[in-house]
């Protein structure tokens, strides 16, 4: 199991990069070990998002690259992901105590899938009165590659301050998340970033999460007691 002490100024540091960067990437939180074995389940539950046939539950994100939930259920009901402590005290310091899960799935990039279009996943409320950029987020996105993200496999990569500016400078390169198999990729729907080609034999997938903010959650009804 993961470590669960997290040292007060090591979570500082994280949180003061997440706010400054838009995305955070933690390497090695997991092990390999556990990062090969939710690979295995994948291959043996939804060979379809490691390269077999695909069916129709699934949202196609670019070329070869899709993203799909994931029944939380035996053996995806991966509690040492979803409730981490460095995840936990990550959203705790982002969105509030009070954030809401909205999604569990998979993102998968296929063998020979092209670079997708950069894009940011949302996050933007108030998108014409230009204030957004200097709002905390109202949702991340929690990734756990469970392969090596590399040259070969392709990396996430990321726009570093564009959660805070209303379009993207076209001229700066994204910085390309190198993360190692059971490492973590924390992003601000505002951040644009990009899936990089997947230029290997093997699919790439990631377990992610998204989660929201209470305050602009439309999914929870909170009801005064009585
Ligand atoms: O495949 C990736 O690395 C990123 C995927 C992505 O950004 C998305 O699906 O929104």
Same mark, same amino acid.
């Given at each position: 199991?993961?470590?669960?002490?997290?040292?007060?100024?090591?979570?500082?540091?994280?949180?003061?990069?997440?706010?400054?960067?838009?995305?955070?990437?933690?390497?090695?939180?997991?092990?390999?070990?556990?990062?090969?074995?939710?690979?295995?389940?994948?291959?043996?539950?939804?060979?379809?998002?490691? $390269? @077999?046939? +695909?069916?129709? #539950?699934?949202?196609?994100? &670019?070329?070869?690259?899709?993203? !799909?939930?994931?029944?939380?259920? %035996?053996?995806?009901?991966?509690?040492?992901?979803?409730?981490?402590?460095?995840?936990?005290?990550?959203?705790?310091?982002?969105?509030?105590?009070?954030?809401?899960?909205?999604?569990?799935?998979?993102?998968?990039?296929?063998?020979?899938?092209?670079?997708?279009?950069?894009?940011?996943? $949302? @996050?933007? +409320?108030?998108? #014409?009165?230009?204030?957004? &950029?200097?709002?905390?987020?109202? !949702?991340?996105?929690?990734?756990? %590659?469970?392969?090596?993200?590399?040259?070969?496999?392709?990396?996430?990569?990321?726009?570093?301050?564009?959660?805070?500016?209303?379009?993207?400078?076209?001229?700066?390169?994204?910085?390309?998340?190198?993360?190692?198999?059971?490492?973590?990729?924390?992003?601000?729907?505002?951040?644009?970033?990009?899936? +990089?080609?997947?230029?290997?034999?093997?699919?790439?997938?990631?377990?992610?999460?998204?989660?929201?903010?209470?305050?602009?959650?439309?999914?929870?009804?909170?009801?005064?007691?009585?």
């Amino acid at each position: 199991m993961p470590a669960t002490t997290i040292d007060p100024d090591l979570l500082d540091q994280y949180l003061a990069d997440f706010r400054r960067d838009g995305f955070l990437v933690v390497r090695d939180v997991f092990d390999r070990q556990r990062a090969a074995q939710l690979v295995e389940h994948l291959h043996r539950e939804h060979p379809e998002y490691m $390269g @077999g046939d +695909l069916t129709d #539950d699934h949202c196609t994100v &670019g070329d070869r690259r899709i993203t !799909a939930p994931l029944r939380y259920a %035996p053996p995806f009901d991966c509690a040492d992901f979803v409730t981490h402590p460095l995840v936990d005290a990550i959203l705790c310091g982002t969105l509030g105590r009070d954030y809401v899960l909205e999604a569990f799935g998979v993102i998968s990039s296929l063998p020979g899938a092209m670079e997708q279009n950069v894009h940011r996943d $949302g @996050g933007s +409320l108030f998108p #014409d009165s230009g204030l957004d &950029g200097l709002l905390p987020p109202s !949702a991340v996105a929690v990734a756990m %590659p469970l392969v090596d993200m590399n040259e070969t496999s392709g990396m996430t990569a990321f726009w570093p301050g564009s959660h805070r500016q209303s379009q993207r400078d076209q001229e700066s390169p994204g910085i390309a998340a190198d993360a190692p198999a059971g490492s973590l990729v924390f992003w601000d729907f505002r951040t644009f970033h990009n899936g +990089l080609a997947n230029k290997g034999d093997a699919a790439r997938p990631l377990l992610y999460m998204t989660l929201s903010s209470s305050s602009v959650s439309l999914g929870v009804v909170t009801m005064p007691p009585g």
